[in-house]
């Protein structure tokens, strides 16, 4: 019996298997990475993290070790809802015209694409658990707040213990309400009972539930704390004795140089006794390492489901938190622990423990995310993608960063932050200025701005204001 060999017949199945194996090879290599993309509210970078010894939070060390931290990353506008609108929008606050907590952003910006939608918009599965948009604090725990619905496919609003137990709440500032006091409740019960525990949970079932889907997740997760009142379980407070926790630096007639439109704490410490600023910062550092620990169980279960290899994680806060520097509390000024923030990413294939002195803004992390994932961004974002800086953190860059906010007597002040400067004007100088020079003052406590010897540098950031602030604008 004799056998034919149709030779066509071969080489056309050899080049469809060798076709076929090719396009499954770029099938992988154009799987689109997922995003977690993980929010803190009101943590500072002073306490917490980039290896303080005294505030406990394995879990954000050990993030930072695995990824590239930004040392010098600033928000545009320290309050949560200017902020949060500007970095999901990709816009300055100036753009959004978001600058307390009740404007929405589709108001100004209605046909706005967010960050998460571009996501959704290109074939991500969207999901938010907690905080990412703006929530009264604690008044709406548990509700959409000012969420974004067209931003996902899914939202989930965790309440917890700490919610229904609000009334136990200690108030060290009365005359102030919960969401804007130095306020604390330690805790009976369990991590998973608080709301931010519930929302670790609930992410984790997401996460779990993302192994069956065909989609890649843009999971955004955001906790509450430490957002005041501060509340962690006791076991939280018990790694802070009071009488251990240390008081920020002061220097005697520290004000004195310091236009009066600077200060949002009034009066300084709102009057507070040192036993009773140290039980405000004890509690802030309990509920610190308390969302820490949450983070942790989080980041655990994206290991454990084997997730990790093809997930981006950015980690944010935000604004900074004053915690007693200048004699001022929160947030809403332009020093420099108001105005800097942490910033985490870990990219897969990226090599990590590394650190950035560049200046960078949280407008920076949509088109780095929309770059990463290989994803047309819009063309009309006022950030820079951080990719460079991912891959060398000392490469070339010449970008600023600013921030501003707005009195309710109406004055507008706005800071420039290069490497080594940050220059504010008050209502464009006629309210006073403020220079500081960080490789000589990084508490700020001495302000330049009157001083000869520094005017050509004065002017030169007096320039590099006007780039994102220009005069009449």
Not at 25 to 34: G, L
Not at 89 to 95: A, C, L, R, S
Not at 372 to 393: R, T, Y
Request: hydrophobic share 35%.
């Amino acid at each position: 019996m004799r056998y034919f060999v149709d030779f066509r017949s071969v080489l056309f199945l050899f080049l469809l298997v060798i076709f076929c194996n090719s396009s499954g090879i770029a099938r992988q290599e154009k799987e689109q990475p997922n995003i977690l993309f993980i929010a803190v509210d009101d943590l500072n970078n002073h306490e917490g993290t980039y290896g303080q010894t005294y505030v406990k939070t394995p879990n954000i060390d050990r993030l930072a070790l695995e990824g590239i931290q930004f040392n010098k990353a600033y928000n545009q506008y320290p309050l949560c809802s200017p902020s949060r609108s500007s970095l999901l929008t990709g816009h300055t606050p100036d753009v959004t015209k978001v600058y307390e907590l009740k404007t929405h952003f589709r108001e100004t910006l209605p046909n706005v694409i967010t960050l998460p939608q571009l996501f959704k918009n290109s074939g991500y599965f969207t999901a938010r658990v907690g905080k990412i948009y703006h929530y009264g604090v604690p008044s709406q725990i548990g509700t959409n707040g000012l969420d974004d619905s067209i931003s996902w496919d899914i939202r989930i609003n965790p309440k917890g213990r700490d919610k229904a137990e609000e009334s136990a709440v200690i108030n060290l500032t009365p005359d102030r309400p919960l969401g804007s006091a130095l306020s604390y409740f330690n805790a009976q019960g369990t991590d998973e009972e608080q709301t931010d525990g519930l929302i670790a949970t609930e992410a984790i079932k997401l996460l779990m539930q993302s192994k069956s889907k065909r989609k890649p997740f843009f999971l955004a997760v955001g906790f509450f704390r430490p957002h005041t009142p501060y509340v962690a379980p006791k076991k939280y407070f018990d790694l802070y004795p009071l009488q251990t926790v240390p008081l920020p630096k002061q220097l005697p007639n520290d004000l004195d140089d310091i236009p009066e439109d600077a200060l949002f704490t009034k009066p300084a410490h709102w009057g507070l006794s040192e036993e009773k600023q140290r039980e405000a910062l004890r509690a802030y550092y309990a509920s610190i390492s308390f969302m820490d620990a949450q983070l942790g169980r989080v980041l655990n279960a994206l290991d454990k489901l084997d997730l990790t290899k093809n997930t981006i994680i950015v980690f944010w806060s935000d604004h900074g938190y004053n915690v007693g520097h200048h004699g001022q509390w929160m947030k809403q000024s332009l020093f420099e622990t108001s105005a800097r923030v942490p910033l985490i990413f870990r990219v897969p294939r990226i090599s990590g423990g590394k650190r950035s002195d560049r200046t960078v803004e949280l407008l920076d992390i949509y088109p780095t995310l929309a770059e990463l994932a290989d994803i047309p961004a819009p063309k009309d974002l006022e950030g820079e993608s951080l990719v460079p800086l991912l891959h060398n953190p000392k490469a070339r860059w010449s970008k600023s960063a600013y921030t501003q906010v707005k009195r309710p007597n109406g004055v507008i002040g706005r800071s420039v932050r290069t490497e080594r400067w940050r220059y504010t004007e008050w209502d464009a100088g006629k309210a006073g200025a403020e220079l500081y020079d960080h490789e000589t003052d990084a508490n700020e406590f001495y302000n330049l701005t009157d001083d000869p010897a520094y005017e050509k540098i004065k002017q030169e950031l007096i320039i590099a204001l006007k780039k994102r602030f220009p005069p009449g604008e």
